[in-house]
């Protein structure tokens, strides 16, 4: 059986994660919590809204409603590296470069890894960000569809349209499509090649949550009462073809995603607080967590695939070792 090291922490988990091999848990209330030889915290913003892994996953970036941008090591002390007074920072992006993505309002920021900003200013609000894999395009997820911008040149964005509200974006780990999650309970994409349209429909709920296998064949989603994976890995990606579905459950939504790091399995975690494992291939499911207080929010595997940390809305975290 799946062994669990429970953390209590007080209020909503806004991402959990392994930086480092060290587990690391980012609340709404600005406080970073690490489980490293013991559990320590750090205070890194007034009130916390987005965090992402570093690209080169030695840090977790951090943005918050006071208008910084930080990065946490093991040190455990926040760096800034970027501060915009009385904004909200909603949404962060790292491009193998060391640049990353903010945004807030109507503007997404590109800090270069020479410390530089660059500003692009939007019509409408700035929804969500993701780099391509070499991390040269940028794309912003917005109303009526996704801007990509080439942040190192000069150029106009290419836009790609579809109308309604996306709220966040992701491109293929292959570089072939580009996914977003939309207001309406669906997710929309691009074939890039030729910006073909695709349409993945039919959820009961807002999609918050995805994560691609990792050669990106298959795009496993929260949403409904089961795990939705829809197949990429033909030349179509989805279209024409219908998802699995993994984990089903009558009672209870599926809040968070997170696939292995190696084998085809997927994660799995729901609004009652339960964490089950899925197999692509046979669908078969194991147990790994009984209910909780809250909803699970955020799951992450470490490298080898041999830990699973999570944290939901309600505080209650934690590390599942599933090799026991």
């Not at 915290?41 to 009130?47: I, P, R």
């Not at 890039?192 to 795009?219: E, F, I």
Request: with cysteine; aromatic share 8%; proline share 6%.
């Amino acid at each position: 059986m799946p062994t669990i090291a429970p953390l209590d922490l007080a209020g909503h988990c806004i991402d959990a994660r392994f930086i480092q091999e060290i587990p690391f848990f980012a609340l709404a209330d600005g406080t970073i919590h690490r489980l490293d030889n013991g559990h320590k915290t750090v205070e890194a913003h007034d009130g916390l809204l987005c965090a992402i892994p570093s690209y080169d996953g030695k840090s977790l970036l951090t943005g918050g409603e006071d208008g910084r941008i930080c990065s946490t090591g093991l040190n455990g002390v926040p760096q800034e590296l970027a501060n915009l007074p009385r904004k909200w920072m909603t949404a962060l992006a790292a491009a193998p470069s060391g640049a990353i993505a903010f945004a807030s309002g109507r503007s997404a920021w590109v800090r270069s890894a020479d410390g530089s900003l660059r500003e692009l200013a939007h019509e409408r609000s700035v929804e969500g960000l993701a780099f391509a894999p070499k991390g040269l395009r940028l794309a912003v997820a917005r109303y009526n569809g996704v801007s990509l911008h080439w942040p190192a040149t000069n150029s106009l964005p290419t836009e790609l349209e579809w109308k309604g509200a996306h709220v966040m974006a992701m491109f293929s780990p292959d570089n072939r499509f580009l996914v977003t999650s939309m207001q309406e309970n669906a997710l929309h994409g691009w074939r890039l090649d030729d910006n073909r349209h695709m349409r993945m429909t039919g959820y009961p709920n807002k999609v918050k949550s995805w994560s691609w296998s990792p050669k990106g064949k298959w795009l496993a989603t929260a949403g409904a009462p089961a795990a939705i994976v829809w197949p990429f890995s033909g030349k179509d990606g989805p279209m024409g073809k219908g998802p699995l579905e993994l984990g089903t459950r009558g009672d209870s939504a599926v809040t968070s995603v997170s696939c292995h790091p190696i084998e085809d399995i997927v994660a799995i975690g729901y609004s009652d607080g339960m964490i089950l494992v899925g197999r692509f291939g046979d669908q078969k499911e194991v147990l790994l967590r009984r209910q909780g207080k809250g909803p699970i929010s955020s799951m992450s595997w470490d490298r080898t695939g041999h830990r699973l940390v999570f944290g939901s809305e309600a505080g209650d975290c934690g590390v599942i070792d599933i090799t026991v």
